[in-house]
């Protein structure tokens, strides 16, 4: 695993932005379709603007872009959250990267892929036939988890079987709801309590896992990987089995020293 420190919210955005482009183009330059996992979140916002900006200005053919994002919210029917909810993850992916692509670059909208809660089992069918991820963006959680894979007692899975969780509907850890709803809701009332994630097998099946984290409260969790080894009751700490994986922490907001 490579730790990569950095100066500040800005210097990570732009390393992040430098490296999925690279691998988008290291792809397409072959002429191969590639797979980008997307995460959401404030850590991501200003890596999608930079990253949108190289591809345009670089004259990237997106027609070969799929991408698969980790997570969505579910109501309480779980279903997938119209993209009208204000905390949709489908709108905040046309807002900070989709609709920034110039559109003569080939993008298309049947590139975009996201987990369906109704039918989880579907995404992971069709991620596994497109041969997984070429890249995976994650962010990490206050508790440690990423996309919403949520922390799990060592008496509840093995270390094995958490490994292989697939993609399917939570119920979302309290911690995970009042963080999201200072961070991302304002702090108005109106997280969902349930989301459909990207399965622990399906991302840790991807060619290369690259962390983000940029808040003072992720240091504690970044602190117990340095320490451990893969554990369910940290799902972060499964990045540790890829011996390849990258982890871009801001210096400013977190010390690891």
């Known amino acids: 695993m490579n ?3 950095v ?6 955005s732009h390393l992040g932005a430098e490296k999925t482009e690279r691998a988008i183009q290291a792809e397409i330059a072959k002429g191969n379709r590639v797979n980008i996992g997307l995460a959401t979140g404030n850590t991501m916002i200003r890596l999608y603007e930079l990253l949108a900006e190289r591809l345009n200005r ?4 997106l027609h070969l872009l799929h991408t698969w994002n980790l997570d969505e919210y579910a109501d309480q029917n779980g279903t997938a959250v119209p993209v009208t909810h204000p905390l949709s993850y489908r709108k905040y992916m046309a807002e900070h990267l989709f609709r920034r692509f110039d559109p003569a670059l080939g993008f298309r909208e049947e590139n975009i892929h996201f987990p369906n809660p109704v039918s989880p ?10 041969g997984g991820t070429d890249l995976q963006l994650l962010g990490i959680g206050f508790n440690g988890h990423i996309a919403f894979n949520e922390p799990m007692e060592k008496n509840e899975l093995s ?3 958490f490994a292989e969780l697939p993609s399917r509907l939570i119920r979302l850890k309290p911690l995970t709801i009042a963080t999201n709803r200072r961070l991302t809701a304002n702090g108005k009332d109106i997280v969902p309590e349930s989301a459909v994630t990207m399965g622990m097998k399906q991302i840790l099946a991807s ?6 984290a940029c808040f003072p409260e992720q240091e504690k969790p970044l602190r117990q990987i340095l ?3 893969p554990t369910p009751e940290l799902p972060a700490s499964y990045l540790l089995s890829k011996p390849d994986s990258e982890i871009i922490y801001c210096a400013d907001a977190i010390s690891l020293e």
């Open 207 to 212: 060619r290369h896992l690259l962390l983000l």
């Open 3 to 5: 730790w990569i420190k």
């Open 159 to 161: 270390t094995e079987q």
């Open 227 to 229: 320490k451990g080894e």
């Open 121 to 130: 089992e579907e995404f992971d069918r069709e991620l596994e036939l497109a």
């Open 7 to 12: 100066k500040n919210y800005e210097a990570m």
């Open 58 to 61: 670089n004259r990237t053919p």
